[in-house]
T-cell receptor
């Protein structure tokens, strides 16, 4: 049982480049989330999805786009990377709002 | 403004000593309350959660938390800390109503355990 899998685990981008982070879950969860973690700031919600084909903005959505074409996958895109997007990105999934979230192991992104 | 606060950025305890990590929240109604742990280089793992009922909640790894409505607090405790407990701990909440019903995290408390 893999749970939540994030790819890639590490990536270095140059300013202005684009990339997509992939999150896959095998628990048939309806809800999926993307967070970023920065020192001293905890985790902040970027975007989330309450079901296949739906997405919504979180606390810090600027500079990111997402898609949920399949229930098991939630993609996070950076169209034009900026150094301020250097962070650790975590994907999570859950059965519903008040259930505990299952987190992936994270993607460490550095934008130079 | 709604918020969840962890007043202690870093705590150091000796192995075998007791531990208490503080969490305070500011919401109109008591939110759903959670504690997560993050080991170095890992994702977050749910330790325990409080929805209603008994104010003392038992979790995994020997942790417990006490909800105190009068203090708007949900502090995490462990009677005897093990070296493997060294990690970062996050308090988190989900509001019981409104449109923003996603998990919101405190800024975290880094725990160091001395041998």
């Amino acid at each position: 049982n893999a749970g939540v899998t994030q790819t890639p685990k590490f990536r270095v981008l140059k300013t202005g480049q684009s990339m997509t982070l992939l999150c896959a879950q095998d628990m048939n969860h309806e809800y999926m989330y993307w967070y970023r973690q920065d020192p001293g700031m905890g985790l902040r919600l970027i975007h989330y999805s309450v079901g296949e084909g739906t997405t919504a903005k979180g606390e810090v959505p600027d500079g990111y786009n997402v898609s949920r074409l399949k229930k098991q996958n939630f993609l996070l895109g950076l169209e034009s990377a900026a150094p301020s997007q250097t962070s650790v990105y975590f994907c999570a999934s859950s059965r519903g709002t008040v259930y505990g979230y299952t987190f992936g192991s994270g993607t460490r992104l550095t934008v130079v | 403004a709604q918020s969840v606060t962890q007043p202690d950025i870093h705590i150091t305890v000796s192995e075998g000593a007791s531990l208490e990590l503080r969490c305070n929240y500011s919401y109109g109604a008591t939110p759903y309350l959670f504690w997560y742990v993050q080991s170095p280089g890992q994702g977050l793992q749910l330790l325990l959660k409080y929805f209603s009922g008994d104010t003392l909640v038992q979790g995994i790894k020997g942790f417990e938390a006490e909800f105190k409505r009068s203090q708007s607090s949900f502090n995490l405790r462990k009677p005897s800390v093990h070296w493997s407990d060294a990690a970062e701990y996050f308090c988190a909440v989900v509001p019981r109503s409104g449109s923003a019903r996603q998990l919101t995290f405190g800024s975290g408390t880094q725990l160091t355990v001395l041998p």
